[in-house]
């Protein structure tokens, strides 16, 4: 069993930057892709960002390419997503996830095992 606990939410203006981290507890999840998703209030969860378990391979979604950088710190066991020229549209609950599939698809939702609570973030115009 992975618990993971997102941290690094908060308050943000517009055009500003924050870096969510997102920590394993229980069991590592060296061996785990990790993902990040966002859901805005009456909206549907989008996808953010992932990287393999390997470290080698990252995604992005569409609103996130250029802007967000993910990646992931094996000595301390956690993966990092940092958002730069944040907007308002990026207010959402921001979800972390990880994957034990073989071949997953990390676009998908569906392809992940364990979640996290979820971190707000908030961003001002």
């Known amino acids: 069993q992975v618990q993971l606990v997102e941290s690094g939410g908060g308050l943000v203006q517009a055009g500003g930057s924050l870096t969510l981290s997102c920590a394993a507890s229980?069991?590592?999840?060296?061996?785990?892709?990790v993902g990040w998703f966002r859901q805005a209030p009456g909206k549907e969860r989008e996808f953010v960002a992932a990287?393999?378990?390997?470290?080698?391979?990252?995604y992005y979604g569409e609103a996130a390419k250029g802007r967000f950088t993910i990646s992931r710190d094996r000595a301390t066991n956690t993966v990092l997503l940092q958002g730069n020229s944040l907007k308002p549209e990026d207010t959402a609950v921001y979800h972390c996830a990880a994957s034990s599939m073989v071949v997953p698809n990390l676009r998908s939702q569906n392809d992940y095992d364990y979640w996290g609570q979820g971190t707000q973030v908030t961003v001002s115009s």
């Open positions: 990287i393999s378990w390997s470290g080698s391979h990252t």
């Open positions: 229980g069991r590592s999840f060296a061996n785990y892709a």
